[in-house]
């Protein structure tokens, strides 16, 4: 099945700091997905993006479906970023499944 | 509209006892996935439902079973609890493959 490995595994941030996440995942996908879990383990959808970009407020994702790779940035970090975040990705196979993976914990401080 | 709905929250069990985890959505949605978390681990695929009246095994479906009662409602049973089965599950829907998946709110089991 398709391989989804996320970088780095931890980041430490300043507040107002800039950071970008990055998700490799090694086979063509339909579906693209960011996620945050918040401190209390609710997951929290952030993109659907299996290709192009897209912005929400301070984050916005890019999705290169070519080189297999998506990127989330995140600008003028604030305390509430803090937590885990997930990319996921289905293949275009026909019995793929949703795949996580192991998530970059983000800790944004004061 | 609610999304997906998961029940319990939380549960505490002994080695041994069943229960069945609850998964509901209002989205009229085709797919349904259950999922456990571990640390460090990601999400794990434990099984799923393409569509109502059909169930497959995902990645980790050893001591689970799973029932699709209807196109809203999709639950995981566990026949006989183990401590390797603590873990926070979460239940995920979307309409057909390669859109976006929404998630349940989890439920944090501890089996003791």
């Known amino acids: 099945g398709i391989q989804v490995e996320q970088s780095p595994p931890d980041l430490i941030l300043q507040e107002g700091a800039n950071s970008t996440l990055r998700c490799n995942f090694s086979?063509?996908?339909?579906?693209l997905q960011w996620f945050h879990q918040n401190p209390w383990g609710q997951l929290i959808n952030l993109f659907y993006?299996?290709?192009g970009t897209k912005q929400n407020g301070r984050l916005s994702a890019t999705t290169v479906a070519t080189e297999r790779y998506s990127l989330l940035y995140i600008s003028s970090s604030q305390t509430t970023d803090s937590g885990v975040y997930f990319c996921?990705?289905?293949?275009?196979?026909?019995?793929?499944?949703?795949?996580f993976g192991k998530g970059i914990t983000l800790s944004v401080r004061p | 509209n609610a999304g997906v709905t998961q029940t319990p929250k939380f549960q505490v069990l002994k080695t041994g006892q069943s229960m069945t985890l609850q998964c509901a959505q209002d989205m009229n949605h085709n797919s349904m996935y259950w999922y456990r978390q571990d640390p460090g681990m990601g999400l794990r695929l434990i099984y799923y439902?393409?569509?109502?009246?059909?169930?497959d095994k995902g990645e980790v479906p050893n001591g689970y079973n799973v029932s699709r009662l209807n196109k809203r409602e999709f639950s995981l049973r566990l026949e006989s609890a183990a401590p390797s089965q603590t873990s926070v599950y979460f239940c995920a829907s979307w309409v057909v493959r390669g859109t976006e998946a929404f998630f349940g709110q989890g439920t944090r089991l501890t089996v003791v």
């Open positions: 993006i299996p290709s």
């Open positions: 086979d063509s996908v339909n579906n």
């Open positions: 996921a990705a289905l293949s275009t196979g026909a019995n793929s499944k949703l795949t």
């Open positions: 439902s393409a569509s109502e009246g059909t169930t």
